[in-house]
Nanobody, 124 residues
Framework: QVQLVESGGGSVQAGGSLRLSCAASGYTQYNPCMGWFRQAPGKEREGVATLITHFGATFYADSIKGRFTISQDNAKNTLYLQMNSLKPEDTAVYYC?????????????????WGQGTQVTVSS
């Protein structure tokens, strides 16, 4: 089992920045694929960025490349998502996820463990 707890969401104006954190605990060493997903009202959950915890390799969705950065602090067992140049279309609930199937995957069903989500709202 893996437990994930997100924090850092909030409201910001377009062009602003936020940093999300995801504290992981449990059998994280057996679930080396970690990532951030988001879900806007009426839309499907979509992948934003993923990372291979053992090697640090990162993968990004085209929609956020150059604006968002995924990173980890192994000592704190924490995953981060730095979000810059935020746009109103980035408004969504952001979820942290962990799994072991395919670390480059942006498909939600490939991840076994999920946090409770944190709301990000970007106003124009």
């Amino acid at each position: 089992q893996v437990q994930l707890v997100e924090s850092g969401g909030g409201s910001v104006q377009a062009g602003g920045s936020l940093r999300l954190s995801c504290a992981a605990s449990g059998y994280t060493q057996y679930n080396p694929c970690m990532g951030w997903f988001r879900q806007a009202p009426g839309k499907e959950r979509e992948g934003v960025a993923t990372l291979i915890t053992h090697f640090g390799a990162t993968f990004y969705a085209d929609s956020i490349k150059g604006r968002f950065t995924i990173s980890q602090d192994n000592a704190k067992n924490t995953l981060y998502l730095q979000m810059n140049s935020l746009k109103p279309e980035d408004t969504a609930v952001y979820y942290c996820a962990a799994g072991r199937k395919s670390c480059s995957s942006m498909t939600a069903s490939d991840y076994n463990y999920w946090g409770q989500g944190t709301q990000v709202t970007v106003s124009s």
